[in-house]
Structures are given as structure tokens and as C-alpha cells.
């Protein structure tokens, strides 16, 4: 029976590249699938990882009908084996449903790929009708590391390496960001809550407060 799969992580964790691999996979089988995305990082249009592997896709717009759209391209004699779902956190709740009918009443495969929570720890409302509606849900293997070498779980935003937790929801940008563009960052619980990014862990090791102090001629003799 076909499914509707959630693999979900954090930023860096690999899921556009399983996206792509799924997607390769497949083809060599002789299988054709239709690619979404939205708002990837290269742009419109495009499925890309961090590895450079990019290819092209369908670019989901706000009020577009998923559903719809799969049932056009077949009507006209397009083929389609299955779909891939990129960056599935920035869809609306409805078109989580639409991609859960595809699965129930075209009966393909729906690989979604996305984060499930903002910089804020809050849940995206796609990824929160994700797991509300999914058959499965798979926790990527490929776990991200916060700066501190613990497994990162939370996405943070940052502003010229400094975490922030107000603003939109939704603002583009990469990990590999730096300066004062919008940048992202994974942490590990405690320094997500500690809004400590490496950035401000160097900036406070380098810090008088925190250098250790020569000890006097008196310590040094006892």
C-alpha cells in the first residue's frame, strides 16, 4: 500500500540529500516521480543539498493544490511513480492533506523531507499536520551536532552569529551563512536555551571574565 512518509530532523542533517538520493534511487528502477519544493536555498524551482547535488523541481506557491496539480499532469499523460515533498515544513496545513489524499485516492508513495520546529522550538503548521496525518514518521540518521559536539536538536536564527527569537517564522537562509545576513545554526538543547551560538561561545572564551587569572608570586610559592 502506498504511504505517506515524514522524515523529519534538523537543518544539516541530510534530508534534502535523502530526498535526492530517494529520487535517484528510483529513476535507475525506471520510475518517474514529481519533485515539490519551496523556498529551497538555490533558489526557486530547485531541490539542492549541501553536497551540491541539485536538480530541478516544482516550485509549491502559496494556494496551490497539490492534489490538483498531480491530477492535471496524469490527465495530460504525464507519469508519475511516486512524489517528493522538499522543505515540507513551509506548506500550508491543506496541502498536507491534499498530499494524504494523493496517497489515499492515486495511490503513490509521498515522501515529505522537512524540520519540525522553528527558531523558536515552535512547531511549523505543516510539519505539525505531518505528523497529525503520516503513516510513518522516520527520525534521520544523520544527526547534526551542535557546537559543543552534542547532538543538536533545535534550529536557531542568527543575526551577525548572535541567536535571535523574534521575527518571522519563515526567513530564508543557510547554516553556512556568517556576517549580518540571516543565518541558522544547530544547538543542542541546553545552549539553544542559553541562546549560546559558537559564535558567542568563541566571543566569551576569549573574554577577561572568563581567561584564567596568573597566579601571584604568593600562590606560586604556597
Known sequence: MSELVFFSGTMDCGKSTLALQIGHNRAARGLEGVIFTRDDRAGEGRLSSRLGLVTDAVE?????????????????????????????????????????????DLDLDVFAFGITTDFRTRLFPGSQRLIELADRIEALQV???????????????????????EGAQVVVGDVRQTTAEVGYEVLCRRHHLRRMT?????????????????????????
Request: glycine share 8%.
Open 143 to 165: 544527526e547534526a551536532l551542535c557546537w559543543c559536539g552534542a547532538r543538536a536538536t533545535h534550529n536557531a536564527r542568527t543575526v551577525d552569529g548572535a541567536m535571535v527569537v
Open 198 to 222: 559558537s559564535a558567542t561561545a568563541r566571543a566569551g572564551a576569549l573574554s577577561p571574565d572568563v581567561l584564567p587569572v596568573a597566579p601571584t608570586p604568593q600562590d606560586a610559592t604556597g
Open 60 to 104: 509549491v506557491e502559496e494556494g496551490m493544490d497539490l492534489y490538483a496539480y498531480l491530477v492535471a499532469h496524469l490527465s495530460r499523460g504525464g507519469r508519475a511513480d511516486y512524489v517528493i515533498v522538499d522543505e515540507a515544513q513551509f506548506l500550508a496545513p491543506g496541502q498536507i492533506d491534499q498530499l494524504a489524499r494523493v496517497v489515499d
